[in-house]
């Protein structure tokens, strides 16, 4: 098993600009959640998944979007770039364990 | 709301000291804990969990953690450390709400001299 894997790992965006952040696992995980992490603010939920289909916001949604058509995959859009933006971003995924598995993080930079 | 506090943000230790890491949430009903530790430029992984029973849980590389429900707190303990556990620690929560979102604490950085 790959686990939760993660592309790009590095991105620099200008303000204004889109992406897509890819996150897959196949670990046929039904939960999935998209975290960014700040210097000592910690992990924060930005959106999260029960399954394909449904998604719902977690703690810091604004100027992210998320879909889940699939149960392998979670992608986060980010339509209008901002500084704010900038962080390092990470895809997990848990079962029946609730023991959550993280991806190796995406770190974006927006100037 | 729902918070999950740590209150050491930075921590040095000598090889060999004993580490305790606060760890407190705000919620009182039933709740699963975690501690997950990051080393330098890896990802989250899981050191140990609490769901329920035996409230001494043991986890890898020889941390422990205990939960104390009377104070809504998870410490994380070793009492030895070593060089190799330089990383940041947190502390996370699962309330159960049905939700399944989990609430993850500041992280503690500790850095263990040789």
């Known amino acids: 098993n790959a686990g939760v894997t993660q592309t790009p790992k590095f991105r620099i965006l200008k303000i204004g600009q889109s992406m897509t952040l890819q996150c897959a696992q196949d670990m046929n995980h039904n939960y999935m959640y998209w975290y960014r992490q700040d210097p000592g603010m910690g992990l924060k939920l930005i959106y999260y998944?029960?399954?394909?289909?449904?998604?719902d916001k977690g703690e810091v949604p604004n100027g992210y979007n998320v879909s889940r058509s699939t149960t392998e995959d979670f992608p986060l859009r980010l339509e209008l770039a901002a500084p704010s933006q900038t962080s390092v971003y990470f895809c997990?995924?848990?079962?029946?364990?609730?023991?959550?598995?993280f991806g190796p993080g995406t770190r974006l930079t927006v100037l | 709301a729902q918070s999950v506090s740590q209150h050491n943000h930075h921590v040095i230790l000598s090889e060999a000291a004993s580490l305790e890491l606060g760890c407190n949430y705000s919620y009182g009903g039933t709740v699963n804990l975690f501690w997950y530790v990051q080393y330098p430029g890896q990802h989250l992984q899981l050191l140990l969990k609490y769901f329920s029973g035996d409230p001494l849980v043991k986890g890898i590389k020889g941390f422990e953690a205990e939960f104390i429900k009377s104070k809504f707190s998870f410490n994380l303990r070793k009492p030895s450390v070593q060089w190799s556990d330089t990383a940041e620690y947190f502390c996370a929560v699962m309330f159960n709400s049905g939700t399944y979102k989990y609430i993850f604490g500041t992280g503690t950085r500790l850095k263990v001299l040789a």
């Open positions: 998944s029960v399954g394909a289909g449904i998604t």
């Open positions: 997990a995924s848990n079962g029946l364990s609730n023991e959550q598995f």
